[in-house]
């Protein structure tokens, strides 16, 4: 990120105006963001042999991130960040093809923080920023590649992988030492899951809403080996009863080891009865493992697997009730990732699937995806 002094200028100045005339000195503000292409080629069983229309694409995945630091007369700390892109994701089933190039706003957030912990306002994932899960250097893109109403992604997502609803979030401080660790906790609130920026709901409809997220969070050292451990809670509500959506309570737990140039680590969350409907009552849940390796600072490879079992209704294979339900899911991803200077990585992707569906076979899908990306961060 590149640092730069903005506090004179007419922009911030007008931004900031309040806020400056408390600091005891100038507003510090970060820019920095990526530029990240990558090709893909991909292939789905689509059921009963059909297969995608396409083999192959390109997409162009970027952001340009800011971020403001100052303090005031007493001490404290307070500023906000600000990151648009072009990703299309949120944190809701309805929108998970992700398949538009329109800029949008994904994280818009101020902050105040001082002795007694943080409070953060705006759109953010919130609280689960402190969930921990198996280490990878693949991430989450090659979903791009795969149709929603034929892949699941919902297990790769889970609940709220995407989200950016705004909300409002507390975090405390980080408790203990350098010797038996540290340990913070956090909770979220958020009025209407997967509404942000300026929409303001005033008439109510199946929506979920009233969504409370905690998540406490471990770093320490057990001998030779860095641990890092989470576990999470997630409540929701609907609007009204009469519809299709279900309250809902999910739990995780994430755990990592490092040791030397290795990292392993497992998660797991029960999704409860998230993006299920009152008919669907049988049990819905994610778990993942992974292996990270670093070569000499340049080279990384990792190794995960992802599996699963749930409801996704935004599959079109099948009717609604059991067919709906993916009963054995599973994603092996191979990455691999080169840093070639600062700022400048290769990755490679490699990615298998499969996911068998209740009821006929034929509602059952395979495939894969294949990757290379060149990423310039700045």
Same mark, same amino acid.
């Given at each position: 990120m590149r640092k730069i002094l903005l506090a004179t200028t007419a922009l911030v100045g007008f931004v900031t105006a309040g806020a400056a005339q408390a600091a005891t000195a100038p507003l510090n503000v970060t820019v920095g963001g990526n &530029?990240?292409?990558?090709?893909?080629?991909?292939?789905?069983s689509r059921a009963a042999g059909a297969t995608n229309s396409s083999s192959g694409d390109f997409e162009t995945v970027y952001s340009l991130a800011f971020g403001i630091a100052g303090k005031t007369a007493n001490g404290m700390?307070? $500023?906000?960040?600000?990151?648009l892109d072009n990703d299309q994701y949120t944190g809701t089933m309805g929108g998970l093809n992700g398949n538009s190039n329109t800029i949008s706003v994904t994280t818009a957030t101020v902050f105040l923080s001082g002795a007694y912990g943080k409070l953060q306002l705006g759109d953010s994932r919130g609280a689960t920023d402190l969930t921990v899960t198996a280490p990878s250097v693949a991430g989450i893109r090659f979903i791009d590649f795969l149709d929603s109403s034929r892949f699941s992604?919902?297990?790769?997502?889970?609940?709220d992988a995407k989200d950016h609803s705004t909300n409002a979030t507390y975090y405390t401080p980080k408790f203990g030492n350098n010797e038996y660790g540290k340990v913070q906790a956090a909770v979220t609130f958020t009025p209407r899951f997967g509404q942000f920026? %300026?929409?303001?709901?005033?008439?109510? !409809? %199946?929506?979920? /809403?009233?969504?409370?997220?905690?998540a406490l969070a471990y770093t320490g050292n &057990?001998? =030779?080996?860095?641990?890092?451990? =989470?576990?999470?809670?997630?409540?929701?509500? &609907?609007t009204a009863a009469a519809t299709s959506d279900r309250p809902f309570m999910s739990w995780g737990a994430g755990?990592? $080891?490092?040791? /030397?140039?290795?990292?392993?680590?497992? !998660?797991?969350?029960?999704? $409860?009865?998230?993006? =299920?409907t009152s008919i669907q009552n049988? =049990?819905?849940q994610v778990y993942g493992a992974g292996l990270k390796y670093a070569f000499c600072c340049k080279l990384a490879v990792s190794f995960n697997w992802l599996g699963g079992e749930g409801y996704d209704n935004a599959l079109t294979l099948g009717a609604a009730g059991a067919e709906k339900y993916v009963k054995d899911f599973n994603n092996y991803n191979f990455g691999a990732a080169y840093t070639w200077a600062p700022g400048l990585t290769t990755d490679v992707?490699?990615?298998?699937? %499969?996911?068998?569906?209740?009821?006929?076979?034929?509602?059952?899908?395979? $495939?894969?995806v294949l990757m290379i990306s060149e990423k310039l961060a700045f």
């Open positions: &530029i990240d292409f990558v090709a893909g080629a991909f292939h789905e700390d307070f $500023g906000g960040n600000l990151v992604k919902k297990f790769v997502l889970g609940v920026g %300026s929409a303001v709901q005033l008439v109510g !409809n %199946s929506n979920v /809403r009233d969504v409370i997220k905690g &057990i001998k =030779s080996v860095a641990v890092a451990a =989470s576990a999470d809670i997630i409540t929701g509500d &609907i755990i990592t $080891g490092a040791y /030397r140039d290795f990292t392993l680590g497992f !998660n797991y969350t029960d999704l $409860g009865h998230y993006g =299920s049988k =049990s819905q992707n490699a990615v298998l699937f %499969s996911q068998t569906q209740d009821k006929t076979g034929a509602k059952d899908n395979d $495939g894969y």
